[in-house]
């Protein structure tokens, strides 16, 4: 009933204005996100990056959660995760590595690094410098 009334009144005002949709939708339309909102989400992955590096070896569950949580920041705020942090995890399955649980190894024809998680057994090439 409530529902039938407001589909009418959307109608209605179809009527007198038709570009009124439209509007409402560029209204909607994601505005790039404030500077000050962009460094609060920097600051907060930098933290959970240090949180994850404290617990990589008592929990390392927990750490794959902050790396997780870190990621998802960065993807809703448009930051990118600072380059010296991207090394530290596996992209596949977040593991922060530690001595344990990666292999290393350079590839000097590529000028290359193959960098393996042992947790997830995913190769990935990073370019050595
Ligand atoms: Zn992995």
Known sequence: MLNCLVLGQVQLLMKIRPGLLI???VKMK????????????????ITLFKLAEENKY???ERARRYIELARKISKKYTVKIP???KKKFCK???TFF???NVKIRKIRRKNALLIVCLTCNKKTLRRAN
């Open 30 to 45: 994601r505005r790039p996100k404030p500077r000050w909102v962009k460094n609060l989400a920097l600051k907060r992955i």
């Open 83 to 85: 380059s010296k942090l």
């Open 92 to 94: 596949n399955c977040n």
């Open 23 to 25: 509007e409402m939708l």
């Open 98 to 100: 530690t001595a344990e």
């Open 58 to 60: 008592s929990h390392p």
